[in-house]
């Protein structure tokens, strides 16, 4: 028997945590013994103040089963679940599904994993805080109750499979609407005029002072003549102004920050970052990942000074101390920050070093000292012109903080600014001697789109969601289908160059590519009709004020301040109303736009989104039963709301016939799953160097014969007794295919050695499969 059992939520957790106590522990994790509910579980009594519970999985009985056992023959147990509103309501649930006695059951929470931490947790246990329970639970019922009752209204409405959440769906109407600001943009130009001066240095050596024109010109002829106006110019210096500045460094990380900052810095995206973070925190080497909190606890600020000084000296360190702005904080203490501060480097995958690593940065610089700068701004005189050139240089006079860590932007690598570090020493009526002065044309920027780090960055802006949210959140928009993250290649463009030298203007045209994207958040087309659905439709779920304050009901919540079931009765009946409303008198929206009339036809263009996806119609479905209309799949890059008539016209070239292989035709389209070959009714997929518009028959043959070689290659053995029988080489090596299913073979067997009877004896000792059609919607 042994005298406390602590449980925790995983296997990892649990490993780290089992070093730190002595004897007379057990440790153990809950290994996902729970689930979410499912919409059979949705049997809520709002006026009871009910509490749905978690559904124990069938495959985690015995999971359940051998805890309860461990539970029973313990004096103590203790829960140590995450020390935020989902993990007390595991350990709440834990209580529940365990039939634990509150009198030995003691609930412990620490926000990182050392032995000083759960040493300290365990000497101060407390019961479980059930307003943070309630405050979860609320969130999960308020967000099954926006997705179990709005996606049957987009599968009558608008597609079969579709879904609807209360953070998802606001998450996509800020895609789309920004995608809407891009194609709505209209660019325009002006003329950015820089000029170069020749000025000695304190040695006497001649260096370059680049200068921008206070103006920029609207026009080609605006910007010529202004150079016109330099060609018999003096330019002298009016004045010369020199300010000292500084820089303070960053918070210590939050969750929001630490995915932007790795989302910059690592190229990892949110998932992938909270994933990493999650090892990390398992392990013991950082504190807990999910927190709203910028605050560094007593120790973690002495140890900081104390490597600060080790490395730097004692004129780099600046204790601060932050606080949390944001109203309901989630309940960690801390900031995320690494365990041990004298830890610069920690052993893992070069995932994990790297966001420790910069974790431990961050942290670090965030208690060192300001950088000190020296700004000088040196204006300059055109003689012949009310205009004047601008100057601004920066020295570094002390670095601080700038030594170890230098927080990143989203927009970096877009400025255009002409600032140089250092500016030659110049007084006022200093004549300077120009040695070139260029105009470029420049055009104004789009507004841009979103990556994962900045819509993290915007829906903490608007209050949407908090810390456990953002991951899931924009993984399951992309896994949806509303959102795709994607690479795509900018255009050419064209702009005009003049440049004054040696008292001559030489006018240049040069080319430049624009509107290049990469990891950007782009709508799908179904991303737009949807959201364009649930706006007409939903407009109070979709109100972004609407979702930011229902976040801060939910701090009531977990403060005591306002009753769970009396907040979710609040919302559902009139929300419940609109349900139905939308279901008996909502219009079917396919997104659909008519682009026109097909020339040659006479019959009328549109596109809207189908069963498979965004597609373009040729003629109108009639109820006499006349001549059916054609459709034909979008091609990739085109969208629903930009695609031209001809462009749709373009698509119904297909199916082209290429001519004739073996006495048999050959044809290429665009199905489902691609463009593809058509050749003696079998298919072969087209790569993705292939347009199917202009693929010869000379490259369908060579396609449909490595088609023919591969498949051959992949046979490794059949049999006369039953022709339905296969042996295959497969992507994971050899396996059975019988009657259109597949067996796996044994990996100390020889594929090719086994016999009829072998085979057989594989099939029938496997599994039967479960259906999933009854799990359809």
Known sequence: MHNNLVIVESPAKAKTIEKFLGEGYTVTSSMGHVRDLEKKDFGIDIEKNYLPKYVVTPDKKKIVSELKKMAKDAQVVWLASDEDREGEAIAWHLMEVLKLKPEHTKRIVFHEITKDAITNAIQNPRSIDQHLVNAQQARRVLDRIVGFEVSPVLWKKVKPSLSAGRVQSVAVRLIVEREREIRDFTSESAFRVIATFLVPDDKGNVTELKAELSKRFETRDEAAAF?????????????????????????????????????????????????????LYESGKITYMRTDSVNLSSLAINTSKKKIEELHGENYVKIRKFKTKSKGAQEAHEAIRPTYMDQETVDGTSQEQRLYELIWKRTIASQMADAIMERTTVTIDVSTASEKFIASGEVIVFDGFLRVYIESTDDEGQSNGNGQSIIPPLHAKDVLSMEKTIATERFSQRPARYTEASLVKRLEELGIGRPSTYAPTITTVQNRNYVVKEDRPGVEREYQVLELKGGKIKEQTKTEITGAEKSKLFPTDIGMVVTDFLVDNFSEIMDYNFTADVEKEFDDIADGKLVWNEMIDKFYKPFHEKVDDALENAERSKGERVLGVDPKTGKQVSVKIGRFGPLAQLGEASEEGGEKPQFSSLRSGQHIETITLEEALELFKLPRELGDFE??????????????????????????????????LERAVELIEIKREKDKNAVVKVFSEDAELQILNGRWGPYIKYKKKNFKIPKSTKAEELSFEDCMKIVSAAPATKSTRSRKK
Not at 249 to 266: H, M, V, Y
Not at 673 to 691: A, I, M, Q, W
Request: positive net charge; proline residues 6%.
């Open 663 to 696: 006495g048999k035709k050959v044809s290429v389209s665009i199905g489902r799953f691609g463009p593809y070959v058509r050749h003696d009714n079998k298919f072969v997929s087209l790569g993705k160097e292939d347009d199917p518009y202009s693929v010869g």
């Open 227 to 279: 150079l016109e106006k330099c060609k018999t110019a003096e330019f002298s210096v009016s004045d010369v102004a020199k300010k000292p500045g500084k820089r303070s460094p960053a918070q210590p990380f939050t969750t929001s920050t630490l995915q932007q900052e790795a989302s910059r810095k690592l190229g990892f995206s949110v998932s992938q970052t909270m994933s990493v973070a999650q090892r």
